[in-house]
């Protein structure tokens, strides 16, 4: 889908979340629908969504991709990254496997809340980012190896503003837009920060399909989405 979509939600608790699966692995793109499919499942009408819970449901999602991956060869080393917020009444939780991000909207900049599972290097931006292979590596995600240990999410715990805003991204955007102009997109005036990173993803080059949640907290929260 090219294109924006703007949904106000009511009600706690709510999960947002952005999945990508991995490149050059039998059916990713399974492997991160199946992953956002089974997360909304577990995690729907769960009134304790406490870090360690939201732990246990990633890692038991995990396991269950490495499953699944283990009854099919089509489906043999399939996994993703996941990347994602728990709302509360007054409280957020950020978490995220691999390299997908969670932003959150600071005045005019941007705080990083996710951890980067993958392995140290310089990430680039528009075409200098396909020199910078070594960065593409993941040290964790969910699914892929069958001998591979449950992944260790990285969880952290915010007070919830009810002017807060947050932005979810796969690397197809990160990659490839600069924080710097990232921060740009966010303060578009005309308010369609998610079409601008679009339009900036686009044209930096990125050649990977990308997912993007921008999350504007009020006595609602409403979440644009780009897939």
């Avoid at 509360?88 to 997908?100: H, K, L, Q, T, Y």
């Avoid at 449950?150 to 990659?175: E, Q, W």
């Amino acid at each position: 889908m090219l294109g924006a979509q703007s949904v106000e939600v009511t009600g706690f608790p709510l999960v947002v979340a952005v999945a990508d699966g991995l490149g050059g692995h039998a059916c990713g793109d399974v492997a991160s629908g199946i992953a956002l499919a089974w997360l909304a499942t577990r995690t729907a009408g769960h009134g304790a969504l406490t870090e360690t819970v939201l732990v246990e449901i990633l890692q038991s999602i995990h396991s269950d991709l490495v499953e699944l991956a283990g009854k099919s060869y089509k489906f043999r080393g399939m996994g993703t990254t996941i990347a994602g917020l728990a709302l509360r009444p007054g409280e957020a939780i950020a978490f995220n496997v691999g390299d997908s991000r969670v932003y959150r909207g600071e005045a005019d900049f941007l705080q990083m809340l996710s951890i980067d599972d993958r392995l140290a290097g310089e990430r680039g931006f528009g075409e200098a980012a396909a020199e910078h292979t070594t960065s593409n590596l993941l040290l964790q995600c969910l699914g892929a190896r069958q001998d591979s240990a449950a992944p260790i999410p990285h969880v952290k715990t915010l007070p919830l503003g009810a002017a807060d805003t947050f932005l979810l991204c796969t690397d197809g955007v990160s990659d490839f837009i600069s924080l710097d102009d990232i921060e740009t997109c966010m303060r578009d005036p005309a308010g369609r920060c998610v079409m601008a990173l679009v339009e900036a993803a686009l044209a930096a080059g990125a050649p990977d399909n990308f997912s993007i949640i921008e999350v504007r907290a009020s006595d609602s929260v409403t979440k644009t989405v780009h897939e």
